[in-house]
């Protein structure tokens, strides 16, 4: 339903936007605008296919597309003439729209979409501390580095609009990479056991079979990390469950600014994950051992 109700959403945009986009442009030169109307309905159909086929590219653009037209609309709104009918309309929109994406059911439908046979995938929690700077910073890189060198280059600015596509195009490139990272990181539950793929913490995959997998659990997030469990959380709480394993894995985690990896075998790891209870339901079905919380 909430899938349903995000493409809904998306695909009133354009209705809902029309007439701020028409009252802001008024006065544009005919090339820029033309190119910068190319750009937005570029961007909403990427977000449109994103959201019919959900796949975790799809998650990556949509997430970043959807907060643009949403500082957007608000940058709309602020300096340009827009009547109060238009400026409600998408402002509405699009934070409607950017709140949905940005909820963890569209991250679990982008994650089914490349499920592979009878395998779960529940996203983790990204680092909340991401969201403070990071994540907004590198998702104006990835638009701005997009946009600003075509409306220059369509405006007249032949120095400046190509320096921008220079400098541009990469840097929204390798924004767009850290942020798909953010897309890629799963506790999947396989036919032979658990699975945590992490990169951001983890070299390589993790396979814990069924046979070394003591238990799954809900944990409380707020409380201290006992001494030998490996906390691969980044900092989120909400939603975490605990993999007691019988420490026979080896593991290769990340660590330092060289993500140089260290070799552990741990016998408890804690990670975040968006839905803990429809996770360990479904593991209990799969005859995985459940501890009590």
Known sequence: MHLWLTRASWLALPLACAAAIGDVSTGWDTAPRTVALAITWAAWGIGLVALLAPRPTGLTAIRTVAPAFAVAAVVAVAVGDVSTGAAVGALVATL????????????????????????VRQPLRSPPGLYLGPIPFARAIAVAGVVAGPV???????????????VGIPASWLALRSLHTLSTRWLILVPAGVVVLDPMTLADPVLFVRQTVRSLQGADGAAPVPAGTVDLRLGATAGTVGITTDGTVDIVRLSGRRRNGETIRPTRLLVAIAAPAALLAEAARRRVPIASS
């Open 152 to 166: 220059l280059l369509a405006d007249g600015s032949a120095v400046a609009g190509a320096a921008a596509l220079v």
């Open 96 to 119: 409607v729209a950017a709140t949905l994406v940005a909820m963890p059911a569209c991250a679990r439908a982008a994650a089914a979409g490349i499920a592979y046979g009878d395998e």
